[in-house]
């Protein structure tokens, strides 16, 4: 059983900070990467946020790049996502997703998500 989990998330207003961090725990052998993706409102599709591949690899959308920094600790399978300079179209649901191996095979875990609002 693999669990992914976020917490961090909360109320700040335009222009603050926030971080978010991510732990994936139980049973697999190794992780490929780990990212985070918003989902903005309801029934619209998650997007990618930020992500780190094992090798330290990382990637972000246009919209963030230069106010978001994602980090991870390969020792402690966790993955870390500093938000800067926070806007209010930042307002979102924040997921994070393992892509890892474990005993059934390779395979993408999603933790439950944590509720960022950007508002005055």
């Known amino acids: 059983q693999v669990q992914v989990e976020e917490s961090g998330g909360g109320l700040v207003q335009p222009g603050g900070s926030l971080r978010l961090s991510c732990a994936a725990s139980?049973?697999?052998?190794?992780?490929?990467?780990m990212g985070w993706y918003r989902r903005q409102a309801p029934g619209m599709q998650r997007e990618l946020v930020a992500?780190?591949?094992?090798?330290?690899?990382?990637n972000y959308a246009d919209s963030v790049m230069g106010r978001f920094t994602i980090s991870r600790d390969n020792a402690k399978n966790t993955v870390l996502l500093q938000m800067n300079s926070l806007k209010p179209e930042d307002t979102a649901v924040y997921y994070c997703?393992?892509?890892?191996?474990?005993?059934?095979?390779?395979?993408?875990?999603w933790g439950q998500g944590t509720q960022v609002t950007v508002s005055s």
């Open positions: 992500q780190v591949t094992s090798s330290g690899v990382t």
């Open positions: 139980g049973r697999f052998y190794s992780i490929y990467s």
């Open positions: 997703k393992a892509d890892l191996r474990s005993p059934v095979g390779r395979g993408d875990y």
